[in-house]
C-alpha cells in the first residue's frame, strides 16, 4: 500500500530484514504494568501498536513479570531526586532479562516507551541499553495560528486541523494521532489559536470545544494554553476598558480565568500578542508591557499556569531600526515581571527570517524569563514546496555564544534556564500542521516538527542525529539510502539561503503573502513593511549598516560580539549584510568583489537546486512511491522558483551595481 505520510514518523512498518526483527524477540515476550492509569495504558497501547507494525507479533500484558523476556513499566514517585533525572524524564536499562522503563511519573514512561520504540525504529540494539534521559526545557509548545473559521495564519498545509464547527460533539480522531507525535517528541504544551487572537475564544461556547481537545491531549502529558486577545474586558465583559490598572478589568481577567479552570483545571495559561502589528495592548492605556503581563499573571496565581507575552513589537519608524525595538521596549522592564511571566523571544530580532542574527534580548535580561519562539512553519522559507530542513537552522541560534557571562553564555543556555537559573523555561514553535492528509504539506516539512520537539527536548542533539532518526522511522531504514536523503536535508537550508537571501540579505518577500521574490517593493502601509527598508541597495552598495555610522544595533550585544560581527573585514559572510553596508566592488574573503559573490550565491543555489533532484531522482526505488511523486514535485517547483529568486534579484540589484553578471559562474555539476 503506498504511504500518504499520515502516519507521520509513528508508522511503524515492518522492519524488513527479518533477522533484525529477530534479534528484539528475546526482549519482546509480554509487557509487565502494575497499574491501569490511563497514560500508562496509552504507554502500553502504543507499545503494542508498534511492535506489532515493526516486529509483526502480538504482544500480550500481565500486571507482573514473572519471567524474563518482557518490558516493564514502572512509575516510582518515591524515587531520590536525582541530579540528571527530572520528573518528566526517564531510565530505560535491562535488569534480569527483562527492559524496565522507569520514570517518576506516567508522562515520562510513556516519553520512555516512545524512545524504546525509537531505538528500534532506528534499527539499534536493545541488548545493553541503558538510557536516561530528562528535558533541557521544561515547556516544550506549539503554537498553532490557527482561527476560529478554520483558516490558519502562516499555515501551508491544508485549513485548521481543530474542527471547531464539530466540537464538542464531534471530536476528530486526529487529535489522537496529534497527540501521540506530540509525546513521541516530548512537547508538553499547545496554543490552540492565533496570537493575532479572536476574542471568541473565551467565551463559554468556545471553552467547551478547547476542553474536549484538551481532554484528549491531558493523558499524553500535554497542557492547552489560549492566545487570548487583551481587550476582551471590552468585547466580552462589555466594560469600558481593558486597562489592566483598572480594577474592573482586573476583576474580569480573575473570573475568566477561574471560569476557564472549570472546564480545564489543568490550564497551562494565556499566550499573548499585544501593541504588535495593531493588536490591542497595555500601551493603549499608557501602561507597559509588564503592567498587563503581570495582571495576567495574577490572575494566574491561584493556579498552576502562566503567562506568555511575547516580545515581537516594532513601530513604524522610516527612520528607526525595527533591529533594536523589541530590545529598546522591554529591556527597562527587566526585573518588573511577575515569575509566572515568560517572554516569548523570536529567535532573531526582525521575523523569522531564512538567516537571522540571534535576537539581542537573548542574554541581555538576567532579571527575567525568555523563552525561545521559533517558526516550524515555513512563512519565508519556502512554504509548503521548498525542501528546507531545519534543524540546522533552529541549532545555529541555540548554539551561538551570546558572551553574556563569559564564553560558553549559549542562547541556549538562556533558554533552558541554566544561565540565570529560572524557574521555567520554554521553546515553542509555530505548528506546520493542518488538514492536509500528511499534517505538513511538504513530506519534508514533517521533519522540521520532529526536529523542533526533539531539540526543545534536547537542544545538544546533533542535526545529523534528528534527520537519520527521521529518515528512519519515516522513509526507510536503508544506510545508503538514508545517507542521501540526509545528506539532502542537511544542505537545503543553506542551498535555499543561497538562492532567496544570500550573504545576510533579508525581508525582500513578496508583499504580505511572503512567498517568491519582491526587492522592489518600495511602498506599503507601513514603511517597515518594504524591502528597500531592509536591503538598502543604493549605487555604492548593499546591506543595512548597523555599527556606529548607523543604526548602531550591534551595541545591544555583548562586546565579544560586537568584535565578531562588528568590523566588515572579519563578520563572517553569511551575515555581512545584516551588519554593514558593504560596496559593490569591496573584495571579500573568497577573493570575488561583493557583487560577483552575491551573483555566485544566486547561481550556486540553483544548480545545487538541480542536484537536491538529482539525488532524489536516484532514490526512486528506495523510497515509497507516492511519497517519491510528491517530492519529485515540490523539486520541480523549487527549481523553477529557485531560478525566479535568482533572476528577479540578480536584475534588481544589478540596476544599482551597474556590474555585468560574472562568467564563469558554479558550472553544473
Ligand atoms: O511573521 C509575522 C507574520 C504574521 C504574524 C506575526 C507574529 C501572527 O507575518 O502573520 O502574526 O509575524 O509573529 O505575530
Not at 518515591?78 to 511519573?105: C, L, Q
Not at 507575552?309 to 529591556?331: H, I, L
Not at 548597523?546 to 551595541?555: D, E, P, V, W, Y
Request: glycine residues 8%; charged residues 20%; neutral net charge.
Amino acid at each position: 500500500l503506498a504511504d500518504d505520510g499520515s502516519r507521520l514518523w509513528l508508522n511503524y512498518d515492518l522492519i524488513k530484514d527479518a533477522k533484525q526483527r529477530e534479534s528484539y524477540a528475546p526482549f519482546t515476550k509480554f509487557i509487565a504494568v502494575a497499574s491501569d492509569n490511563q497514560t500508562l495504558k496509552i504507554a502500553t497501547e502504543e507499545l503494542q501498536t508498534g511492535l506489532l507494525g515493526l516486529l509483526g507479533k502480538k504482544i500480550v500484558t500481565v500486571k507482573t513479570a514473572t519471567t524474563s523476556g518482557g518490558i516493564i513499566l514502572n512509575v516510582n514517585k518515591n524515587a531520590p531526586s536525582s541530579a540528571n533525572i527530572s520528573n518528566e524524564g526517564y531510565e530505560i536499562y535491562t535488569e534480569k532479562g527483562n527492559i524496565i522503563i522507569s520514570s517518576k511519573s506516567e508522562t515520562g514512561v510513556l516519553y520512555g516507551a516512545f524512545e524504546l520504540l525509537r531505538a528500534i525504529q532506528t534499527g539499534k540494539s536493545l541488548a545493553k541499553l541503558s538510557i536516561t534521559s530528562s528535558p533541557k526545557v521544561k515547556i516544550r509548545m506549539l503554537n498553532h495560528w490557527d482561527n476560529a473559521n478554520g483558516t490558519v495564519e502562516r499555515g501551508y498545509a491544508g485549513s485548521s486541523m481543530w474542527k471547531w464547527n464539530e466540537l464538542p460533539h464531534r471530536v476528530d480522531p486526529r487529535y489522537v494521532l496529534y497527540a501521540r507525535a506530540n509525546a513521541s517528541i516530548g512537547i508538553n504544551a499547545t496554543s490552540i489559536n492565533n496570537v493575532n487572537a479572536s476574542s471568541r475564544f473565551l467565551t463559554a461556547e468556545y471553552l467547551e470545544k478547547i476542553k474536549a481537545v484538551a481532554d484528549v491531549l491531558r493523558p499524553y502529558g500535554i497542557k492547552v494554553f489560549i492566545s487570548v486577545n487583551f481587550r476582551s474586558p471590552r468585547t466580552l465583559g462589555g466594560l469600558k476598558t481593558s486597562d489592566p490598572l483598572d480594577p474592573e478589568v482586573r476583576k474580569w481577567w480573575n473570573d475568566k480565568t477561574k471560569e476557564i479552570h472549570q472546564y480545564i483545571p489543568d490550564f497551562g495559561g494565556y499566550l499573548v500578542k499585544a501593541n504588535s502589528e495593531g493588536e490591542p495592548g497595555p500601551q493603549d492605556y499608557g501602561r507597559t508591557h509588564a503592567d498587563g503581563a503581570n495582571m495576567l499573571a495574577e490572575a494566574m496565581r491561584p493556579f498552576s499556569g502562566i503567562v506568555i507575552w511575547r516580545a515581537f513589537v516594532y513601530n513604524a519608524d522610516p527612520n528607526g531600526d525595527r533591529f533594536k525595538e523589541g530590545y529598546a521596549q522591554f529591556k527597562p522592564l527587566d526585573g518588573t515581571f511577575d515569575p509566572k511571566v515568560i517572554v516569548q523571544v523570536k529567535n532573531g530580532p526582525i521575523d523569522f527570517m531564512p538567516r537571522e542574527p540571534f535576537h539581542p534580548m537573548f542574554g541581555a535580561f538576567p532579571k527575567t524569563t525568555l523563552g525561545m519562539e521559533f517558526q516550524i512553519t515555513q512563512e519565508y522559507l519556502g512554504q509548503s514546496t521548498h525542501l528546507t530542513y531545519l534543524a540546522p537552522m533552529f541549532k545555529e541560534c541555540l548554539d551561538t555564544d551570546t558572551y553574556a557571562k563569559g564564553q560558553g553564555s549559549t542562547v541556549a543556555k538562556v533558554i533552558d534556564g541554566s544561565l540565570y537559573n529560572a524557574q521555567y523555561s520554554l521553546m515553542a514553535g509555530v505548528a506546520n500542521t493542518g488538514s492536509d492528509v500528511n499534517w505538513c504539506g511538504h513530506p519534508f516539512n514533517q521533519s522540521n516538527w520532529y526536529a523542533f520537539g526533539r531539540l526543545a527536548w534536547d537542544h545538544t542533539l546533533s542535526s545529523e542525529q534528528i534527520a537519520s532518526e527521521w529518515i528512519r522511522m519515516t522513509l526507510t531504514q536503508a544506510k545508503p539510502t538514508e545517507q542521501k536523503i540526509s545528506d539532502m536535508m542537511l544542505k537545503s537550508h543553506p542551498i535555499y539561503v543561497s538562492y532567496t537571501y544570500p550573504l545576510g540579505t533579508s525581508h525582500m518577500m513578496g508583499e504580505s503573502h511572503h512567498y517568491g521574490p519582491e526587492p522592489w517593493l518600495a511602498k506599503s502601509a507601513r514603511p517597515d513593511w518594504t524591502s528597500v527598508y531592509y536591503h538598502r541597495a543604493d549605487s555604492v552598495g548593499l546591506g543595512f549598516d548597523r555599527t556606529g555610522k548607523l543604526s548602531n544595533a550591534l551595541q545591544l550585544y555583548s562586546p565579544e560580539v560586537q568584535q565578531k560581527w562588528g568590523n566588515p573585514e572579519q563578520c563572517p559572510l553569511d551575515y555581512l549584510l545584516w551588519f554593514h553596508h558593504v560596496p559593490w566592488s569591496k573584495k571579500l574573503s573568497t577573493g570575488r568583489s561583493l557583487w560577483d559573490e552575491l551573483c555566485e550565491r544566486y547561481y550556486d543555489g540553483v544548480v545545487q537546486v538541480g542536484n537536491l533532484q538529482k539525488t532524489w531522482e536516484s532514490l526512486k526505488a528506495d523510497v515509497d512511491p507516492e511519497i517519491f511523486e510528491n517530492v519529485k514535485g515540490r523539486l520541480k517547483i523549487q527549481e523553477k522558483e529557485a531560478l525566479w529568486w535568482r533572476d528577479a534579484c540578480v536584475l534588481y540589484f544589478g540596476e544599482y551595481s551597474k556590474m555585468p553578471i560574472p562568467k564563469p559562474l558554479t558550472p553544473p555539476q
